[in-house]
Antibody
């Protein structure tokens, strides 16, 4: 059974940093791309970015709203994907979901989400 | 601000057919496949339809997707109470280099 479990959310002040983790199980983590998607309170879904598998260079692509501030990485030996968030803004407040990304481009499994609140 | 437009709400009585539209442009729906996600209240989204009209294992055949030009639609036939949820369309956008979600549609079973 595929499972994605996010952790690391919490309350953080504007301008500070936070790192989220996504622990995967039930599939060969290293074979798949992983994406992060967020949802602000009471709002719709917003894609944050993704990281390709090592077989495809392990490269990353980000949404314009987070480019230069957020970094996605992966540790295939631990089956964990990370989302490093720097220079956080109030508008980054959201539930952050980790997803497994499948070609051509969709998300077939989602974690339960972790809430990040940016507030002073 | 989303580039994929959906009606904010849709409703029907049990057993009815409900259709949700998703309007985009040549850079997203017009040139890439469309996916649909269902989000039940208080839960994480779930993949409902991928590659325009494919259902993942376990998704009832009451759900169907289609695409024509720069628009797509999701149909729910034989509406059931457990179908009350938010539904989002999504597609890659070649111009924005971004995966874009629709504005979302809340389905209510009357």
């Amino acid at each position: 059974e595929v499972q994605l479990v996010e952790s690391g959310g919490g309350l953080v002040q504007p301008g500070r940093s936070l790192r989220l983790s996504c622990r995967a199980s039930g599939f060969t983590f290293g074979d798949d791309a992983m994406s992060w998607v967020r949802q602000a309170p009471g709002k719709g879904l917003e894609w944050v970015g993704f990281i390709r598998s090592k077989a495809y260079g392990g490269t990353t692509v980000y949404a314009a709203s987070v480019k230069g501030r957020f970094t996605i990485s992966r540790d295939d030996s631990k089956s964990i994907a990370y989302l490093q968030m720097n220079s956080l803004k109030i508008e980054d407040t959201a539930v952050y979901y980790c997803t497994r990304q499948v070609s051509p481009f969709y998300f077939d499994y989602w974690g339960q989400g972790t809430l990040v609140t940016v507030s002073s | 601000q989303s580039v994929l437009t959906q009606p904010p709400s849709a409703s029907g009585t049990p057993g009815q057919r409900v259709t949700i539209s998703c309007s985009g442009s040549s850079s997203n729906i017009g040139s890439n496949t469309v996916n649909w996600y269902q989000q039940l209240p208080g839960t994480a989204p779930k993949l409902l339809i991928y590659s325009n009209n494919q259902r993942p294992s376990g998704v009832p055949d009451r759900f169907s997707g289609s695409k024509s030009g720069t628009s797509a639609s999701l149909a729910i036939s034989g509406l059931q109470s457990e179908d009350e949820a938010d539904y989002y369309c999504a597609a890659w956008d070649d111009s924005l280099n971004d995966y874009v979600f629709g504005t979302g549609t809340k389905v209510t079973v009357l």
